[in-house]
């Protein structure tokens, strides 16, 4: 059974087939709109071109910061084992 999400923008309704859990497509959906608002209120004169793409640059600037966030845990992970291992090493 196919399962939809719907989305509201500038009034109009946008609705989309989830590819997996509904609950999460509707967390984007969630988000979407959410950054849309933000950028319509941050927006001297917001048109809707406008207030698209400064949330899709909103977006894509959480999603950079995340991602060297999981980048910089990894290492720090990376180089927590390896520590570990010498210290083990040197201890028998």
């Excluded at 939809?4 to 988000?31: M, N, P, R, W």
């Excluded at 894509?60 to 991602?67: G, H, P, S, V």
Aim: proline letters at 1%; a negative charge; aromatic letters at 8%.
């Amino acid at each position: 059974m196919d399962q939809f999400v719907s989305i509201e923008l500038f009034g109009q309704a946008y609705t989309f087939k989830a590819s997996g859990e509904v609950s999460e497509a509707q967390e984007v959906a969630d988000y979407l709109t959410e950054q849309v608002e933000k950028a319509q209120t941050a927006a001297e004169s917001p048109n809707k071109l406008d207030s698209l793409i400064l949330a899709a640059l909103n977006i894509a600037n959480d999603y950079f910061r995340l991602k060297r966030s999981r980048e910089d845990l990894s290492r720090d992970i990376d180089q927590r084992c390896q520590d570990l291992i010498e210290h083990i090493d040197s201890s028998t």
